[in-house]
């Protein structure tokens, strides 16, 4: 009989930041969208013609879903013609570094199955 006393339990996945990390992640957008606001396009109209088969429709549907897990920010400003720009909040850049991490690590184990293929 094992009279161990059991020292960890169970570790489970970060519900909330997993299930952002694979909805961004499904999104194929989303990763174009972070490249684009990096190189200071952050107009939705500027995005649209920047990206050859990105519709305006998919690209709001994307947008929304990072804006409602706080990656980005929507500034409206009050002029005419309206003016909307987009922008990477402080949590935003803290997540981007993180797929930024995971591309890493893609990047490395294709490297390493190409030496073991060799």
Not at 20 to 26: F, L
Not at 89 to 96: E, L, Q, V
Request: hydrophobic share 35%; with cysteine; proline share 4%.
């Amino acid at each position: 009989m094992n009279t161990k006393e059991k020292l960890f339990s169970r570790k489970s996945a970060p519900e909330r930041s997993a299930r952002m990390v694979e909805t961004i992640i499904g999104c194929k957008w989303s990763l174009t969208v972070y490249h684009l606001l990096n190189n200071d396009i952050n107009r939705p109209g500027e995005m649209v013609r920047s990206v050859e088969g990105l519709s305006t429709k998919v690209l709001n549907a994307c947008l929304k879903k990072n804006i409602d897990f706080g990656i980005l920010n929507r500034t409206t400003f009050n002029e005419v013609p309206p003016r909307v720009e987009y922008n990477v909040t402080p949590f935003g850049t803290k997540f981007i570094n993180v797929l930024e991490g995971l591309e890493q690590l893609q990047q490395d184990i294709n490297m390493e199955n190409e030496q073991l293929t060799r």
